[in-house]
């Protein structure tokens, strides 16, 4: 995670609850998309502190903080919404595996995030208050109506020619994904911890719920071919994982969808 120096937070437009993390910490910047500011507060074990637009951090919270039940999230110590929605965390140790020492080692980098998934998928969804397929599937079908796709995304291996043929997959075939998985939604290499190699925690849940497994395998593949910029571990990503449970056919589905954001 990179993180800029700020030479000041105006502590005033923070609410109130939230004003004592801030004051006298050392601030810096740890955004990295321009959706919502991210920042680390450097106070006492540390926090990070997560501003976006009203509305946009609710389920992320939820998430975070079923997740965190599991032992796999940082604490949530405070979720406000007013003019903007805002959502604070304790800090979990360690580095994202986009980290050098972790790209140096791309096997067992590969290997590692394979069996974390799988993990990840065995633990028990009783209580989880998000069901990401039934958002997945809406927001596809919100977006292909108002016309808002991409259809140059995976054009190596899942492409689609035109956003119709794209949503002709989603109409043969969308009913045919589960909702029995815990997921994490954007299993990418950036939102995973490692501390010296062992697993520490899981961020940025905004996508996360109970869905289907193809969703996190895919981007678990597509995470190692962009990060390590090389398709050579995507199979064995797939085989650490365990063959038992993936059907290949479900990964052009999920990549249909995905053309719809």
């Avoid at 995470?223 to 990964?251: H, M, W």
């Amino acid at each position: 995670m990179m993180e800029r120096k700020l030479t000041q937070l105006d502590i005033g437009d923070l609410p109130s609850s939230l004003r004592p993390f801030a004051e006298g910490a050392t601030v810096y910047d740890s955004s990295c998309s321009k959706a919502a500011r991210v920042y680390f507060l450097d106070k006492g074990e540390g926090f990070y502190l997560k501003k976006s637009a009203n509305g946009s951090l609710q389920k992320e919270a939820a998430m975070t903080e079923f997740f965190h039940t599991k032992g796999l999230a940082p604490e949530v110590i405070a979720f406000e919404s007013s003019d903007y929605d805002w959502m604070l965390t304790k800090r979990a140790l360690g580095e994202d595996c986009i980290a050098p020492m972790y790209l140096s080692g791309p096997q067992r980098l590969c290997d590692l995030t394979a069996t974390l998934l799988r993990q990840l998928h065995e633990v028990d969804i009783s209580g989880c208050p998000v069901n990401r397929t039934a958002d997945y599937l809406t927001t596809a079908r919100e977006n292909y109506r108002h016309k808002r796709y991409d259809i140059h995304l995976f054009p190596d291996n899942w492409g689609y020619a035109t956003p119709e043929e794209a949503w002709a997959e989603i109409e043969r075939n969308g009913d045919s994904l589960r909702a029995d998985t815990l997921l994490h939604g954007d299993y990418c290499l950036p939102n995973i911890l490692l501390n010296n190699w062992q697993f520490s925690s899981f961020i940025d849940l905004d996508a996360a719920g109970i869905g289907d497994r193809h969703i996190d395998l895919f981007w678990g593949m597509w995470s190692l071919n962009f990060n390590l910029k090389t398709d050579a571990y995507c199979q064995r990503f797939l085989d650490v994982y365990g063959r038992d449970l993936i059907e290949p056919e479900r990964f052009r589905t999920v990549a249909a969808v995905e053309v719809f954001g």
